[in-house]
Structures are given as structure tokens and as C-alpha cells.
């Protein structure tokens, strides 16, 4: 039998027979009141990922790598769950709701679309961890403030407020499983814990479920944190929505609010898996099966893409060339270095993106990162710090700039070309910066092309700058100029689209290796 989800019963696969689930029992007492219960372990020879189930099944399809091949099979004892939420979206609304979503997107390869791709969408329960933080009884005084505007007048209050805390925070979950990116979780997160019910086996039938791989302590410091923002936050809405002011130090609030420690159950959530495997990449479309939340990852089709953009240049082309204008080759050649620095500065964000996600900055779950480079990257990225050293570092940059404008024309006297030099002097500038802060960047991930495109655009601002000091008579000097812009912008373009690829993409996983695994011993 197998569980079915538009009845929320168990259905006989041969029969048809439905039998509702407290019907189900096991027939041996003594293994109903274990802490484990036997499943098929299904291990995939290409990547190592493994699956259980609670009964044989012919798998084919390793839903993390799309390997089309006999996955082998053992007989294990498994951790039992304490609750689970039972999948309430069925594959076929899984593929309704994928394929309208498809629908948004122009760009999208046919075989994202192809019914045998579709057919392989896979039912998974991934493990999280709840976590309950037990608040003692206590006596807070604290301070609060509360700003709003009345008409014309800007209202500023203060309160001391005297709140009574204890209880318990629940309802705090995080994925158990380190092959199941963080950044995923995130995306069709959140579930309903209130819908979950107490496990048992028939709710897993004809179903997959993941391993748990993620100590617990993984997520205590967060956890610790979430529940004392709870608490405070919780005294403030209760008081009349006012900000309460709590210690800036995290230790000083742990002894105000007397938290310390948590703990934890393993729960199992619904998940819908689609993998597409190509070149030696796989792209995830995953679906809350509670909620029906989707994320998807969609590559672009480059045929199409230029064929698209093609069209709508050579539309666009005849419109200008019907509307009466003149622009001096100059002004086209600074504004086609401007165009070339913001394809630049685009194509160095999508560098940084597929830095952080391919490097688990921002994936805590993933037990195979050295957690100290971790949480060294993720301060850097997001620390108030950080922003004003940015802040400072831009305004250094900028005095940098107007001095060396300052210099050039002075020392070179080209005052009669001042807005191409100024122009081609801060792109320049701007596109050094960002070729060390690319070449940096794709170091640390498997592919490495980057710095070409951003090379490309440096030179050709170079040149650039030069025509600009030597100032030519010729005009055709600054149509080659803007032409070499162009060409310099396609390049990124292409970069772009194969870098988005790529982000939208993820290496095929390699699961043979997963320490830190936790077997709760």
C-alpha cells in the first residue's frame, strides 16, 4: 500500500482498497514501541546519495544527481522520527503548478518542458530538526521606545515596562539533511508545524525519505539567538507594539532572559524533487508539498535568447532611424563606456552570487564546510562594519578620482576633451577594481573564465582613454571607440548568460563522503 495524498489514506496498489491510517497498525507490538523501524536504503553508484523507503522499490532515478541507473539496495534500521507532515499537494498538481510557473519564463530549454522530465518528479521527506527553548520565570524591567507620525507631527515615546517571561518557544526547524541546500530550504520554507501529526510508517509508504546528517548543534547559536529576539519582540508587541531595547551584548541578554541550551526532535517535511542533468550540472526544481511554495532553478537557452534579442535589435533599429537626431561621436563613445561599466558591475554581482552559494557562505546546514572560513565570509558580507568600510573605501575612491582627473588634464592640458577623459578615467578605475575583485572571486569556484570578459572591457577602456587624451580629429577614432565598447559589452553578455547557467546550475553532488553525519547517538 502506498500513502495517497488526495485522500490522505493508505491505497492498495493492486486493489485500489483505501484504509485510513489509524486503521494501520503493525502486527508486532514490540516493533510499534521501538525507537527505530526497518527501511530499504537505496544508494545511488553515481553520486552516493542515499534515500530510504519503508518497502522494495525498483528506483531507477537519483533525485540529487538525475543518474539514470539501478540504485542498490540494503536493509537498515532508522532513526524513527518524532512527527511528520504528511505531503497534502499531489504530483499531479506538483507538475500543474511547474509548468504554469514555466510559463514566466521566455527563455527556457525544451527539455525543461518534455513530459518524460516531468514524469520524474520524486515525493522526499527531508528531516529537520525542532528545537524547543525553554524560557525561565522571570522579572524583567526594560526600557522601550515607540515612533509614529499623527499629520503634521513626528511623535517620539519612551517607557520603562516591568514584564513577567516563562514558557517555552517552539516552532523552530531547520533542515537536517547537508545535501539539501540551505539556500533551498529557505525558499520553500516555511512549513506548518501545527499540521503535523505523530509518525508512523503508513504516511511514508511509496515515498522516499533523506538521511539525517546535521549534528543538532549546528543550529544552537542561532537557535539561542531566534529564541531571545522571540522574547523580546514578544514583550514588545504585547506592551503596544513598542521597540524594546535590549543589550547589545548576546551574553548580557542570556542572562537577562535566562536561555540557555534547547531541544530538539527530528521532524520529517514534504518535499517534491525534479532534477535536470546537463553537462555534468544538475538544476533543482523543488516544491513545498505542504504549501505548494516553489524554487526553481531555470537556465536560459542561448539559442533562443539571441534570436529573441535579434529580433527586437533590428525592430528597434529601424524606430531610431525614423526619428530625427544628431549626436556627436564623441558623446557615443563616453556613453557606450558607461553602458560597458554597468555590464561590468552586473557581471562582477553574478560572480560574487555564484561565489557565496558554491562556497556554503550562507548554507550553515552543510556539515562538510569549515565553519570558521564561514562565518569569517558571511561577517564580511553582511557586518554593519563592512558597510561602512565600504562607505569609507567609496569615498576614498572618489577623492582618488577628481585628483587624478585633476593631474591628467592639467599635466596633459586637454581641456577642450574634458567629459571623454573624465568619462574613460572613473570606467577605467571603476573596471581595475572590478577585475581584481572577479579574478579574486572565480579563483574559489570551478569555473574560472571571468577575469577573460573583464580583461577584455579594462583594455578597452584603456584604449579608450588614450584616443580620449589624444584627442583626434577623425571621428571615426570615437564610432571605432564605441564599436569596441559594444564588443566589450558582448562579451559580457555571453560570460553573463553561461555564468547564469552556471548559477542556475549546481555541480552533480558527491555524497560518498558524509562526515558529521548524526545517527542521534
Request: glycine content about 6%; some cysteine; overall charge neutral.
Amino acid at each position: 500500500m502506498a500513502f495517497n495524498v488526495s485522500t490522505q489514506a493508505l491505497k492498495c496498489r493492486h486493489c485500489d482498497t483505501d484504509m485510513q491510517i489509524d486503521e494501520y497498525d503493525l502486527t508486532n507490538v514490540a516493533e510499534a514501541d521501538k525507537d527505530t523501524y526497518t527501511v530499504t536504503v537505496y544508494k545511488c553508484p553515481n553520486c552516493g546519495a542515499e534515500l530510504s523507503a519503508p518497502d522494495d522499490q525498483t528506483v531507477a532515478y537519483c533525485s540529487y544527481c538525475g543518474g539514470e541507473s539501478i540504485l542498490t539496495m540494503k536493509q537498515e534500521e532508522a532513526i524513527k522520527p518524532a512527527r511528520i507532515v504528511p505531503f497534502k499537494i499531489t504530483k499531479e498538481k506538483a507538475v500543474e503548478t511547474y509548468e504554469d510557473a514555466l510559463r514566466r519564463y521566455i527563455y527556457v530549454p525544451k527539455e525543461l518542458k518534455e513530459g518524460k522530465h516531468l514524469d520524474s518528479f520524486r515525493g522526499i521527506y527531508i528531516p529537520y530538526l525542532s528545537y524547543e527553548v525553554d524560557v525561565p520565570e522571570n522579572t524583567l524591567k526594560l526600557n522601550a521606545t515607540k515612533d509614529y507620525t499623527i499629520g503634521k507631527w513626528d511623535y517620539h515615546e519612551e517607557y520603562d515596562i516591568d514584564a513577567e517571561i516563562g514558557g517555552t518557544v517552539k516552532g523552530i526547524s531547520f533542515d537536517a539533511s547537508s545535501s539539501f541546500d540551505d539556500s533551498i530550504a529557505r525558499e520553500i520554507a516555511p512549513f506548518n508545524a501545527v499540521e503535523a501529526e505523530d509518525f508512523k510508517e503508513a504516511y511514508v509508504a511509496g515515498f522516499y525519505s533523506d538521511k539525517v546528517t546535521t549534528p543538532p548543534e549546528t543550529y544552537g547559536d542561532t537557535v539561542e539567538k531566534i529564541a531571545i529576539d522571540m522574547v523580546y519582540n514578544g514583550v514588545g508587541e504585547r506592551a503596544g507594539d513598542v521597540k524594546v531595547i535590549a543589550p547589545k551584548d548576546y551574553s548580557e541578554k542570556k542572562r537577562q532572559t535566562g536561555i540557555d541550551g534547547y531541544r530538539h526532535r527530528v521532524d520529517l517535511f514534504p518535499v517534491w524533487f525534479l532534477t535536470w542533468k546537463n553537462k555534468g550540472r544538475v538544476a533543482y526544481s523543488v516544491m513545498n508539498g505542504q504549501t505548494g511554495k516553489l524554487s526553481m532553478d531555470i537556465p536560459v537557452d542561448k539559442k533562443a535568447f539571441f534570436k529573441v534579442s535579434g529580433i527586437a535589435t533590428a525592430v528597434l533599429f529601424v524606430i531610431l532611424s525614423l526619428i530625427p537626431m544628431f549626436i556627436l561621436p564623441k558623446t557615443i563613445s563616453w556613453i557606450a563606456a558607461i553602458f560597458l561599466m554597468i555590464s561590468s558591475i552586473t557581471f562582477s554581482s553574478e560572480i560574487s552570487k555564484i561565489y557565496y552559494r558554491e562556497n556554503h557562505i550562507y548554507d550553515i546546514g552543510n556539515v562538510n564546510v569549515k565553519k570558521e572560513k564561514q562565518k569569517k565570509e558571511k561577517r564580511k558580507a553582511t557586518s554593519p562594519g563592512r558597510k561602512s568600510g565600504i562607505l569609507g573605501k567609496l569615498l576614498g575612491f572618489i577623492i582618488f578620482v577628481i585628483v587624478a582627473f585633476f593631474v591628467i588634464t592639467r599635466v596633459l592640458d586637454i581641456s577642450g576633451n574634458v567629459t571623454i577623459v573624465a568619462v574613460y578615467t572613473i570606467t577605467l578605475l571603476i573596471q581595475i577594481i572590478l577585475f581584481i575583485k572577479t579574478t579574486s572571486r572565480a579563483a574559489k569556484i570551478e569555473k574560472k573564465t571571468a577575469p577573460i570578459p573583464m580583461l577584455i572591457g579594462l583594455v578597452v577602456l584603456g584604449i579608450g582613454l588614450l584616443i580620449g587624451i589624444k584627442n583626434p580629429v577623425y571621428d571615426y577614432w570615437y564610432y571605432g571607440m564605441a564599436i569596441l565598447c559594444l564588443l566589450a559589452m558582448l562579451a559580457n553578455m555571453v560570460s553573463m548568460i553561461n555564468y547564469l547557467n552556471y548559477l542556475t546550475t549546481r555541480p552533480v553532488p558527491d555524497f560518498f563522503r558524509r562526515e558529521g553525519a548524526y545517527h542521534g547517538k
